[in-house]
């Protein structure tokens, strides 16, 4: 029995060995083909494709060193992993970023396929075709953007002549920010007139103690021009006549202006030098009682690793002049498409995906600013910013041309910003300085 059992065992193996060989000498086209891919599997490949139509696109990103910059810092990596778009971020201060944009669009070498661009920046933009009106993409793509929700106040951060050649991206208002302890120490509540602020900031300067009344901006440039401009505004007055053209040197300018160089005597040392960094330095370094400014920095007071004023300071509606009207200067960003970008639709891409209401409350809460009513007016948000609703006021009654948006703004801007800051420290009168800044306005203008 064991004997016959082993030879049936061992004509086994023989057959196997031999049914081996023969499959391993069939020739390649005798081997069985690899299965086909089910319809199915097939069916689901083909969406995933078309939910990236973009995948594999390159775009750069010129923008503003705000503090928005580090809400791009956090999303962009979430949309390139949702869309496959790529997207490079440059980062510039503010006269870097206007050169380097102009550079760019004047030799139409279309190193920046996007861009922060300025509100003043717009009718620049327009009328030299700089970048793309986006108003086709918006008309297309309407259903999909919640136009309704952007405040209307946001839509002066890139429209001009009725066309849209900015996107909004980051809305500012100009509001007063207040050390709330030192004003409970002295029972004060925040000034609603210019003439209570300058009275406070009077009052609440003690150079002795190394503790100031008020932070201005002052540095000859871009800042002292936009902070003048602020005062005009709340003084009800304009640097523009009814017909748009330039009247910088009104009596109603020139004591304005000097009431602006009264408020530098209550000022830390070397305001006349500040820029907007410098401001925001010598108040989140405790030194100043009071500073008007752009929204966008008050989450940054809470934050213990750049303020020595943590739960010392509120916000309130920029002070205006006693019998006007309330109007609170408005200003920010929008985010353009250069018109010599070859991904146009790429960047539209990411423009409706960041400013899209579901991202929105992810920028916020990554330093970047609103545009939406939604935004706004949502509860969560509401609780980890406790000063939205003076946003949001500000917002509704927002002035966004108080710093004209002509093409010819940078012209206005940069006269006065040497002849103001010339008026500041000494050098001539603010009649003179005012006059002249509308001669050089008008003879750049002819």
Known sequence: MHRKSSRLAFLALLMILALLATQCAAPPAQQPAAPAAPAGEEASQAPAAAEKPFAGTELVLASMTDQYVAAFQYLIPLFEEETGIKVTLDPLGYVDLYQKLTADFVGHTGN????????VWTGEYAANGYTLPLDDFMERDKDQLALDD??????????????HWAYPLAGYANVLNYRKDVFAEKGLEPPKTQE????????????????????LLGAKGPAVAQDYMVFVQQHGSSILDENGKPAINTPKNVEILEFFGKLFDYAPPGATDYWWDQRETAFRSGKVAMMEGWSIARAGYENPEISSVVGKVDIALAPVAEGMEPKYGFGGWGIGINADSENAEAAWEFIKWLTSPEIQKEWIRHDGAPIRRSTLEDPELNQEYPWFPVLLESFEKGDGDYRPRIPEYSIIQDALGTTVNAYLVGEMTAQEALDQAQAQVEAALK
């Not at 920046?112 to 661009?117: F, P, W």
């Not at 952007?150 to 066309?163: A, D, F, H, R």
């Not at 003690?206 to 009344?213: A, Q, R």
């Open 112 to 119: 920046y396929d996007l861009m922060t661009v300025d509100i």
């Open 150 to 163: 952007i405040m209307p106040v946001s839509w002066t951060l890139g429209e001009w002549e009725g066309k």
């Open 196 to 215: 209570q602020l300058l009275e406070y900031a009077k009052m609440l300067n003690d150079p002795e103690n190394d503790f100031y009344g008020i932070a």
